[in-house]
């Protein structure tokens, strides 16, 4: 996202450069800083005309916080509950895979899960306010996105990293994984 593809069209000569990496036989691994998971990036890259035969794996910073919380390194305890920012329509695989209770009242929430985000339709000030509750009871976050811009029709907007700083500016703690952080 925003290297091969700006989320819907796949910029000039992806499919001759992907192809002629793999011609030449190095190996292509996609690393991605989606809250989503690694299948769910091929099944939206093939619907937009990469083919999963041009790489060999892609790695998101969602499959690492999922690996993270496995293996113990991210503390989340089953049954939790988990609120979950994203930029809507993400798959449930975190919650599920771990066995968390997916809760939309932020004042029930026992971890958050920042994934994506939905600016400009939310603003700034909207996450604050559903931020608010959870900072002040010191809730653990996650970001498994943290870039502060993305791309949108027309331009770009504020991507989850820049909800992760907010959150983080009202006091509470956020855990960042994905590029530029070492985990991933």
Partial sequence: YGVLHDGTTLYP?????????KNAGCRVVLLSNSGRSGADNTRRLADIGISETLYERIVTSGDTALALARDGTVPVRPGSR?????????????????????????ARADLLLIAGSQ????????YEVLLAPMAHRQIPALCTNPDKHRLVPGGTA???????????????????????YPAI
Avoid at 84 to 96: L, M, N, T
Avoid at 119 to 126: F, K
């Fill in 119 to 126: 600016g400009p339709l939310i603003s700034e000030r909207d």
């Fill in 158 to 180: 504020f991507g989850a990293g820049r909800i992760a700083e907010l959150y983080e500016g009202l006091g509470g703690s956020v855990l960042w994984i994905g590029k530029p």
């Fill in 82 to 106: 988990c609120m979950v920012i994203d930029s809507g329509g993400d798959e449930p695989g975190f919650c599920a895979a771990l066995g968390l209770a997916p809760e939309r009242d932020p």
């Fill in 13 to 21: 000569g992806v499919i001759d450069a992907l192809t002629q990496l």
